[in-house]
């Protein structure tokens, strides 16, 4: 038997719904195979803090180091309710776990699966992977507020490149492109954003040196989102800042048949530290509560990360479970618990 040690942080919203399923369909398929699973929950997020004023501490973080991999829902406090400080629970859970686990490489896959309705009249094959940068860029929190509150504010977010940091996500991308249909777009601002755009644009044209069979170009964010729109086919690995690489994956989910379809992977490429598995979209305070999220995502995460711990084969079950279930279920509206059922469905051989 081979072993998997997870810790689940369900979080805020509709994280603990989705993750729910998604944990449901993960022992189903570890109970048809060798896995041994094991896995602990942390029941940390906004309800937590408002218990203990508390995100994540240094005993959490310990703990949380010696597991093979994480789980996370989402987290978000309702923005109705005033009590906690807006971001807080994001930066100091999300972006502390991304920081602190070195997770430099954000990896968000699209793919319009038959089945899935795209709001594009004519979408095409849409089948690309994101490389978002996960540890710098504007996220790092570098600035702050001169004469804060006043009419003669001053408000500075200071991006931060480092060579070390670009060179790597980089690296991964056109490892990357060449597993797949060997095209890789790198999407900046360099025109405005000058200094991290030379960066970027340094080491992608270095690297490409090196992936002779990779063809490349570049695409301002702006006009990416117009292909992200008219053509999306066009793209195969795209690799980007956190910025921008959090924005355009939005539009992804969007045009991919929802964000409940998004999952990703925040990838500690080195192995020091365990990588931590997502749906791209937040806790979704408007639909929390009505068991009407669409768990599809988290269940998707849970294939990414199986097949980061080497469990191809169980990964690749809940992929194509997924894609038999949606082909099944075109255009109707289900329950979050439906959604799972009807996938377990597909795994255990019943439907
Ligand atoms: P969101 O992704 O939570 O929601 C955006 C829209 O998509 C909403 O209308 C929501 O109902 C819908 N949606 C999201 N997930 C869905 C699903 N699984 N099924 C069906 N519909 C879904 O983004 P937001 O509203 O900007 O943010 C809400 C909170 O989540 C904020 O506090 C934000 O900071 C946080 N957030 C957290 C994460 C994370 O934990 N990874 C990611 C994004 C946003
Ligand atoms: C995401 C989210 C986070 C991000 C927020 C909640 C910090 O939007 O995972 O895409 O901006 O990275
Ligand atoms: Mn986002």
Do not use: C
């Not at 803090?49 to 703990?63: F, I, P, Q, S, V």
């Not at 959604?339 to 255990?348: E, K």
Request: proline letters at 4%; glycine letters at 8%; hydrophobic letters at 40%.
């Amino acid at each position: 038997t081979r072993s998997l040690d997870l810790a689940v942080i369900p979080g805020d919203g509709i994280g603990p719904e989705v993750v729910a399923q998604a944990l449901r369909v993960l022992q189903t398929v570890a109970s048809s195979s060798d896995i041994d699973l094991a896995q602990r929950e942390y029941p940390l997020g906004a309800d937590h803090w408002r218990a203990t004023g508390e995100t994540l501490t240094e005993d959490t973080m310990h703990a949380l180091r010696q597991h093979d991999a994480i789980l996370f829902g989402a987290v978000g406090a309702d923005p109705r309710s005033t009590d906690i400080p807006s971001g807080l629970i994001e930066r100091e859970m999300l972006l502390k776990l991304r920081f602190s686990f070195d997770h430099y490489i954000n990896l968000r896959p699209s793919k319009l699966l038959p089945g899935a309705t795209s709001p594009l009249s004519n979408p095409g094959e849409i089948d690309f992977v994101v490389v978002r940068e996960g540890t710098e860029g504007p996220y790092v929190g570098n600035g702050g507020r001169l004469r804060a509150d006043t009419d003669q504010e001053i408000a500075t977010e200071v991006s931060l490149n480092t060579a070390h940091g670009v060179e790597r996500l980089v690296r991964y991308a056109f490892e990357l492109a060449q597993t797949r249909r060997k095209k890789l777009t790198l999407i900046h601002k360099t025109n405005v954003l000058v200094n991290a755009g030379k960066l970027y644009s340094r080491y992608f044209n270095a690297i490409a040196a090196e992936y002779r069979d990779v063809q490349t170009d570049y695409l301002h964010i702006d006009a990416a989102t117009i292909f992200m729109t008219t053509d999306p086919a066009r793209f195969d690995v795209i690799v980007t800042d956190n910025l921008f690489g959090d924005i355009i994956t939005d539009q992804a989910g969007a045009i991919t048949g929802g964000i409940g379809y998004a999952a990703s992977g925040n990838i500690n490429a080195s192995g020091e530290f365990p990588s931590m598995f997502e749906p791209v979209h937040g806790s979704a305070p408007d639909i929390a509560g009505q068991n009407i999220a669409n768990p599809t995502a988290a269940i998707l995460a849970v294939a990414l990360l199986l097949k980061h711990r080497g469990f191809e084969a169980e990964g690749a079950k809940i992929e194509q479970a997924v894609e038999k279930d949606l082909a099944q279920h075109i255009g109707e509206t289900r329950s979050t618990d439906a959604i799972g059922d009807d996938i377990i469905a597909v795994l255990t051989g019943e439907k």
